[in-house]
């Protein structure tokens, strides 16, 4: 019995993976204010596709949030792009933290045995 509870707990060990990588960021600070970014491993399969992370402020607090973010099909540069006009918090939060750093992150469920974690690490700077 131990023997098999040994096993499974490898198999859940190996069934979860990472890729973390720093990222280069578009974030528009004035309206209609955006953020445009990629996910290393992570590409939209169609352009309608939206998907649903989380942003965490790595710097100089805890913050964390829900970000929806979806396809960006109006940009060659960066795969995806979140707008925050139906995300004021996430957006007031991302905009007290310019000069800090900060982390997108998204978990994808390929089954019941296997997830996939992607994260983008970046510094928060504005466009104007």
Do not use: W
């Amino acid at each position: 019995m131990k023997r098999l509870i040994s096993v499974f707990m490898i198999l859940l060990l190996t069934a979860c993976t990472t890729v973390e990588s720093e990222q280069e960021v578009k974030f528009q600070c004035q309206a209609p204010a955006t953020l445009e970014f990629n996910i290393k491993g992570l590409k939209p399969t169609a352009e309608s596709e939206c998907f649903f992370g989380e942003l965490s402020i790595i710097e100089g607090g805890s913050d964390k949030h829900e970000l929806e973010f979806c396809a960006n099909s109006s940009s060659q540069e960066y795969d995806f792009k979140a707008e925050f006009s139906s995300q004021p918090n996430v957006f007031n939060s991302l905009h007290s933290s310019v000069g800090k750093r900060a982390s997108i992150s998204f978990v994808e469920t390929l089954n019941y045995l296997r997830e996939e974690t992607y994260i983008a690490n970046f510094n928060v700077d504005c466009v104007e």
